[in-house]
């Protein structure tokens, strides 16, 4: 059979694909937030207490997907996680305008449970198929997916979703069930190619030995022994990890808030929204690839891990603090660029948080721990939803003065806890001892 050079990078385009996906189902809803809350006449407090079951999902899947993935390998892990994520985005279209709030939370429960196994499988993945010194740019690309089914949303609600009787409020939505059923087949095309190519590196028919070699350049060799998940979780590296999770709360207020937050304060419309959403996840995607990049080139330098990716964090951090002012704004395309540069912040951070999880922890542990730090960084989601839905409603839009405060200052706050509980990133064998 005709061994093929740099297998890795097809079995990164799946991940870059699956992840696309994801955040294509995820972030309908917010997109089309505006007009489902005055089509279902929710109220903000209604919208959030979706969200929250969304993320309650979210996190019980987390803390349970990434031990299911490690116990039944990436490849069924995977299919399970897209195939469970994948009926119940569907399931969306179903709901009536009498039950819609009960509808919309079921369907939301089971979209959170499975879309909770995309990251666990996807960093297990990496960390199968890459050395460490390619870890963060690959998982960058993938990362960067996110935006790229967040720029997608707004676009595709935008050219199928209207109002029947013009502006919104009037009429009926029409088309609103569509965008939800367009992953299903999405998701059917990804398995069969998934189920299709996936086997881990020493198995894979079609990669050269050259190449295998390279990918074990710097693994130890693990046993197939599965890690208990209660050791897993006693380790001060796995909360470190989590502690630096809590910032997903800021993704999700972007992802889910951002068109209520242009809607509300500069009155953009639904056919509208593509340009401003396309402008800050390009500028996303960017910061996903440059930080998972940088990282690796400093490493290459001859860095070590640990100065490595923490200076990379705290230049993150650094380029995420202007967010805070967003508020301040009156111009729309100021507060867009603002937004940008936060989330471009975000994604780079993100690349190299989930490259931490891979460059202390043995390969066998890798889901788990990035379940754990999701499930933290899910349930920090869940509160600040809550506080957000209940304060927009009783004061108005002050409440994005706090929510962008928070956002562009938490990094460093938590940079700093990170490195505290985690002074020196020293790999853990696969028993979980610190390597000499």
Avoid at 59 to 70: C, E, P
Avoid at 209 to 217: D, T, Y
Avoid at 335 to 344: D, E, M, N, T, Y
Avoid at 351 to 360: C, E, I, R, Y
Wanted: glycine content about 10%.
């Amino acid at each position: 059979m005709l061994k093929i050079k740099n297998y890795r990078y097809r079995i990164l385009a799946m991940l870059f694909m699956a992840t696309s996906i994801n955040y294509f189902d995820r972030s309908i809803m917010g997109v089309m937030s505006p007009e489902l809350i005055e089509y279902f006449g929710w109220t903000k407090q209604d919208y959030s207490n979706i969200l929250v079951v969304f993320q309650i999902a979210y996190a019980i899947g987390l803390i349970s997907m990434g031990g299911i993935i490690d116990k039944l390998g990436t490849k069924k892990g995977y299919i399970l996680s897209i195939g469970v994520w994948s009926l119940f985005g569907m399931a969306h279209a179903a709901v009536g305008r009498g039950f819609s709030l009960i509808g919309f939370m079921g369907a939301r429960f089971g979209l959170g449970f499975g879309e909770s196994g995309n990251f666990p499988a996807a960093i297990k993945t990496v960390a199968e198929w890459f050395p460490k010194k390619e870890r963060a740019f690959a998982t960058g690309i993938f990362n960067a997916a996110t935006s790229v089914g967040a720029i997608a949303a707004p676009f595709v609600v935008g050219a199928i979703v209207y109002w029947s009787g013009g502006d919104r409020g009037q009429g009926e939505l029409v088309n609103w069930q569509i965008p939800f059923l367009i992953t299903g087949a999405l998701s059917a095309i990804w398995v069969y190619m998934w189920y299709r190519t996936y086997k881990k590196p020493e198995d894979h028919p079609k990669i050269s030995k050259e190449e295998l070699v390279f990918i074990q350049s710097d693994s130890e060799v693990e046993s197939i022994e599965k890690l208990p998940w209660k050791n897993v979780i006693l380790k001060k590296q796995t909360w470190a990890f989590s502690l630096a999770k809590v910032t997903d709360a800021v993704w999700w207020f972007y992802l889910f808030w951002g068109a209520i937050f242009l809607a509300d304060n500069f009155d953009v419309k639904i056919h509208d929204m593509g340009l401003p959403f396309l402008v800050i996840y390009l500028i996303a995607d960017g910061g996903s690839i440059f930080g998972g990049w940088l990282s690796g080139a400093f490493i290459k330098k001859g860095w070590s891990l640990n100065k490595a990716r923490k200076l990379t964090l705290l230049i993150c951090a650094m380029v995420i603090l202007p967010v805070c002012f967003v508020a301040y704004t009156e111009s729309k395309w100021i507060a867009i660029i603002l937004i940008s540069l936060g989330a471009a912040g975000h994604q780079a951070w993100s690349a190299n948080l989930f490259t931490l999880a891979s460059d202390v922890f043995p390969k066998k542990a890798v889901a788990s721990v990035v379940g754990i730090g999701g499930m933290v960084g899910a349930v920090a989601g869940i509160i600040s939803n809550v506080i957000l839905g209940s304060v927009l409603d009783n004061a108005n839009n002050t409440g994005f003065f706090w929510a962008f405060l928070v956002a562009g200052s938490s990094y460093l706050i938590l940079l700093g806890l990170v490195h505290i509980l985690m002074p020196k990133m020293r790999p853990l064998d696969e028993n979980l001892n610190p390597i000499q």
